[in-house]
Antibody, heavy 120, light 107 residues
Framework: EVVLMESGGGLEQPGGSLTLSCVAS????????MGWVRQAPGKGLEWVAT????????YYAEFAKRRFTIYRDNSRNKVYLQMKGLRVDDTATYYC?????????????WGQGAQVTVSS | DIQMTQSPSSLSAFVGDRVTITCHAS??????LNWYQHQPGKAPRLLIY???RLQMGVPSRFSAAGSGTDFTFTITYLQPEDVATYYC?????????FGGGTKVEIK
């Protein structure tokens, strides 16, 4: 059974930084791309970033470029989302998700989400 | 970016009803579309991939069709546990984009 568990969410001030973590189990982690999707309060789902199985190619939504970094540690079965220069509109539930293949495609398993609140 | 227009944004139907949601892509995406179910407080769940293929373990009352720019998603016999928001999602071209969602409720 695929299990994805996010951690690291919380309250941060505008301009601050936060790093989300996601630990995965139940599949061969290095063989699959991993990503993050967020949902702001009252809004729909929004793709944030995806990273390939060996971490050699990250892809970002336009809003995430220059502020967010996705990376992974295949020895620990973990994927991370480092967020800098946080803005109020980054407030959202952030979901970790497993892709169906090595490169970006679509997500076939998701975590329960980590809440990020950006407020002064 | 490809735009995904989903309709309706919400609907209310009786248990046992047939429910249909549509999704329109701003350009041809072939069959690179899937459908997710998202219930409050839960992880999103993949229901359909490659436009019409049922994900393993998903009940057969869920189905979908379409290719190119126009797609449909159908629940043939609505159940109380189907209350959720449903999203289409294109993965033909970066960035992957979700439709705006359809909130399904029971009358």
């Amino acid at each position: 059974e695929v299990v994805l568990m996010e951690s690291g969410g919380g309250l941060e001030q505008p301009g601050g930084s936060l790093t989300l973590s996601c630990v995965a189990s139940g599949f061969s982690f290095r063989d699959y791309a991993m990503g993050w999707v967020r949902q702001a309060p009252g809004k729909g789902l929004e793709w944030v970033a995806t990273i390939t199985g060996l971490g050699d190619a990250p892809y970002y939504a336009e809003f995430a470029k220059r502020r967010f970094t996705i990376y992974r540690d295949n020895s620990r079965n973990k994927v991370y989302l480092q967020m800098k220069g946080l803005r109020v509109d980054d407030t959202a539930t952030y979901y970790c998700a497993k892709d169906r293949g090595y490169n970006w495609n679509f997500f076939d398993n998701w975590g329960q989400g980590a809440q990020v609140t950006v407020s002064s | 970016d490809i735009q995904m227009t989903q309709s309706p944004s919400s609907l209310s139907a009786f248990v046992g009803d047939r429910v249909t949601i549509t999704c329109h892509a701003s350009r041809d995406i072939g069959d690179r579309l899937n459908w997710y179910q998202h219930q409050p407080g839960k992880a999103p769940r993949l229901l359909i991939y490659d436009a019409s293929r049922l994900q393993m373990g998903v009940p057969s009352r869920f189905s979908a069709a379409g290719s190119g720019t126009d797609f449909t998603f159908t629940i043939t016999y609505l159940q109380p546990e189907d209350v959720a928001t449903y999203y289409c999602h294109q993965y033909h071209t970066l960035p992957p984009v979700f439709g705006g969602g359809t909130k399904v409720e029971i009358k």
